[in-house]
C-alpha cells in the first residue's frame, strides 16, 4: 500500500521501530504528507534539483543515473546517493536501458556519494558486480519471490558482503608508496632524463626506457659514459642520488590520501608503509607530507631482506603481524599478484601508470577503487 495511510500506517513505523530510513519511491506528495526520511526519483521524474528545494536539506535525496555526466549533474543538484541501472535484464522493468559494468565501475569512481546497482540483480548476477566499486544493491525479485523472504535475504547479504568494501574488516593496513600514497609514478619514470636535463643536456627519447631495468650504478654508468656527467661512474652515481632526494622530497600526496589516512587514524587501524623505495627517501618524504606520524613502521624491502617480486616481503609481513588481518594497498599489478599469491587481500589503487594493466589487476584484486573511494 503505497498511499499516504498505509505509509503513515505501516512502512513508517516498521521503519522507525528499527531504525531504518524509509525513502518513498517518486512520489514526493506521499514522501512529504507522512515526514519520510527521503525521496528516490528517476531521470523521468521531477527534477531532483526541484526535488531537493521541496524536501529541504535535511531528508534525503536519490537520484537513478545511467552515465557520469547525469551522475554528476544529479550530485550537483543536490543527490545523496546514486541508483545506477538497470546492470542487468529485469523483468521489473522491461524498458530499462542497460549500463555496462564499466560505466558502474566510472561513477562509481567519479563520485563522492555512494553508489547503487539496480537491475537485474540476483544470486547468478551478483558476482559479476565484482570491483565495480559499488556500495550496495539494490533488488526486489530474488527476496520477494521467493517463499522465505528471511532466508533469501540472510543469502542475498552474505553474497553482497564478499564483494562490497568494509574498512572495518580490517585491523592493519599495509600501504605502497609509490603510485599508490604519493604521486610519483610520473617522476620516476623520467628520473634519468631529467636528471640529464639539469645538467643542460638534452637527453636521447628512449633514455629512460634504456636505464628502466638497470639499477641506479648501472644507470649512473651508462650516464657518465654517454653525456660525460660527473669525473667517473662514481661521482654520477652520488650526482643522481643527490638528485633523487631533492625531486623525490617535493612530490606531493595523491588525491584522497591524507583523508583515508585521517579516516584509518580515527578508527584506530594500525597502518604501515611497504616500499621497495629507498628508507632515506621514504622518511624523507613522509616528513615533507607530514604524514609520518600516522604509521606504525615504515619498512623498505630492503631493510627487511626481501621483495615484492618474489613475494617474499609480503610472506615476512604475515609472519612479523600474525594476529591481524591485514589489508594491502597496492598500485603495481605485479606486487598486487604476488601479495595475492601470500594469500592477503589486497585493495588496488589506480594510477595512471596502471591503466594498462586494468583488467588483469580487476581480475586480480579483491577490491579495486581510488584513494576518495576508500574514503567514501
Not at 524509509?22 to 506521499?30: H, K, P, S
Not at 543527490?79 to 522493468?93: H, Q, R, S, W
Not at 542497460?98 to 563520485?111: A, G, K, P, Y
Request: proline share 2%.
Amino acid at each position: 500500500d503505497t498511499s499516504v495511510t498505509g505509509v503513515q500506517t505501516c512502512a513508517l513505523p516498521i521503519c522507525n521501530k528499527y531504525n531504518i530510513p524509509l525513502i518513498i519511491n517518486d512520489n514526493i506528495e506521499v514522501m512529504l504528507k507522512c515526514n519520510a526520511d527521503g525521496i528516490h526519483v528517476g531521470q523521468s521524474d521531477l527534477n531532483a534539483k526541484k526535488v531537493r528545494e521541496l524536501i529541504g536539506p535535511d531528508k534525503i535525496l536519490g537520484v537513478s543515473v545511467g552515465n557520469v555526466s547525469e551522475a554528476l549533474v544529479a550530485i550537483n543538484n543536490g543527490a545523496d546517493y546514486l541508483g545506477v541501472g538497470a546492470i542487468f535484464p529485469t523483468n521489473t522493468k522491461d524498458d530499462a536501458i542497460l549500463v555496462s559494468l564499466d560505466e558502474l565501475r566510472n561513477i562509481s569512481l567519479n563520485v563522492n556519494v555512494p553508489v547503487v546497482a539496480i537491475g537485474g540483480i540476483h544470486l547468478d548476477t551478483i558476482k559479476e558486480l565484482r570491483n565495480t566499486c559499488i556500495n550496495g544493491v539494490a533488488v526486489i525479485s530474488e527476496i520477494f519471490s521467493k517463499d522465505d523472504i528471511v532466508e533469501a535475504t540472510s543469502i542475498l547479504k552474505n553474497e553482497v558482503d564478499k564483494i562490497i568494501f568494509d574498512i572495518n574488516k580490517y585491523d592493519l593496513f599495509l600501504f605502497d608508496y609509490d603510485g599508490t600514497l604519493l604521486d610519483s609514478m610520473n617522476e620516476w619514470a623520467n628520473m634519468s632524463s631529467s636528471f640529464v636535463k639539469s645538467h643542460n643536456i638534452k637527453p636521447s627519447d628512449d633514455l629512460d626506457s634504456l636505464v628502466y631495468n638497470m639499477n641506479t650504478l648501472e644507470a649512473a654508468n651508462y650516464i657518465h659514459n654517454t653525456y660525460g656527467i660527473g669525473n667517473d661512474s662514481n661521482e654520477c652515481y652520488h650526482m643522481i642520488i643527490d638528485f633523487i632526494h631533492r625531486v623525490y622530497k617535493d612530490i606531493k600526496l595523491k588525491s584522497g590520501a591524507k583523508d583515508i589516512l585521517d579516516t584509518l587514524k580515527k578508527l584506530n587501524k594500525k597502518m604501515i608503509i611497504l616500499s621497495q623505495t629507498e628508507l632515506s627517501l621514504l622518511k624523507t618524504s613522509t616528513e615533507n607530507n607530514k604524514i609520518t606520524d600516522y604509521f606504525d613502521e615504515i619498512y623498505s624491502t630492503e631493510t627487511i631482506n626481501a621483495t615484492k617480486g618474489d613475494g617474499s616481503a609480503f610472506r615476512k609481513i604475515k609472519e612479523m603481524y600474525p594476529n591481524n588481518k591485514i589489508l594491502v594497498v597496492e598500485d603495481a599489478y605485479y606486487a598486487i599478484k604476488k601479495a595475492k599469491e601470500a594469500n592477503l587481500d589486497v585493495i588496488s589503487i589506480q594510477d595512471n601508470s596502471n591503466l594498462e594493466d586494468t583488467n588483469k589487476i580487476i581480475k586480480t584484486t579483491d577490491y579495486y577503487g581510488s584513494l576518495n573511494w576508500m574514503v567514501k
